[in-house]
């Protein structure tokens, strides 16, 4: 006769919980931590920006004349986007062609991290420079750290709608649309062109 096979019996093994098993009052308390954290970020904040009290829509009440037209001097490295260089390569007076673009009375207005700018794009720019150190415009401080006018700009014409930037910078001109009411004015054939005037003449 053969021997009997000897097998454990499942009574008299110790059996034992794992340590991951949901019974362990440590993993209940994890899984009800989960849960609040979840049904926290579920919840969603909705926070809408504070609107310009100027603004009825998109039509900016706040923009009437005499205009101030912020004046942006940048110059990207592969092409020239300075708006005053436009100008004085197309030789057109600064305030007059404003006033025949708007049909209204306008103040230019530099700050003074363009005119930082415009200081550092050397002696090639000195005629720019010229128009722009004209005691004619009006001139603002800047209260803020570094020399960067784009967001210099872009900055103070979302704090105050009262604004029309003048530019030919395609990058500020983008970033620009983007905020309602502020018009864009710049030089395209052989003139000042106005963009999301209201009223504006064509």
Not at 22 to 47: C, F, G, M, P, Y
Not at 90 to 104: G, N, W
Not at 138 to 163: F, P, Q
Request: glycine content about 4%.
């Amino acid at each position: 006769m053969g021997t009997a096979k000897k097998t454990r019996k499942f009574g008299a093994v110790k059996r034992m919980i794992g340590s991951r098993d949901t019974r362990l009052k440590k993993n209940q308390e994890k899984d009800i931590a989960k849960s609040k954290e979840a049904s926290q970020s579920s919840q969603v904040v909705r926070e809408i920006p504070q609107a310009s009290s100027a603004l009825f829509f998109q039509y900016n009440t706040a923009l009437v004349p005499p205009y101030s037209v912020l004046i942006d001097v940048t110059r990207l490295t592969s092409s020239m986007t300075n708006f005053l260089s436009h100008t004085v390569q197309r030789k057109l007076p600064l305030l007059e062609s404003m006033m025949d673009a708007l049909y209204a009375k306008c103040s230019p207005v530099i700050t003074s991290c363009t005119m930082a700018e415009l200081e550092k794009l050397g002696p090639r720019y000195r005629i720019a420079l010229q128009i722009a150190k004209d005691e004619r415009w009006e001139r603002l401080r800047c209260d803020h750290r570094g020399t960067y006018a784009d967001d210099c700009i872009v900055d103070r014409v979302m704090k105050h709608k009262i604004y029309i930037v003048a530019t030919n910078d395609r990058d500020l001109k983008r970033r620009i649309r983007k905020i309602p009411g502020v018009p864009i004015l710049s030089v395209a054939k052989g003139k000042y062109v106005i963009e999301r005037l209201p009223d504006a003449p064509d």
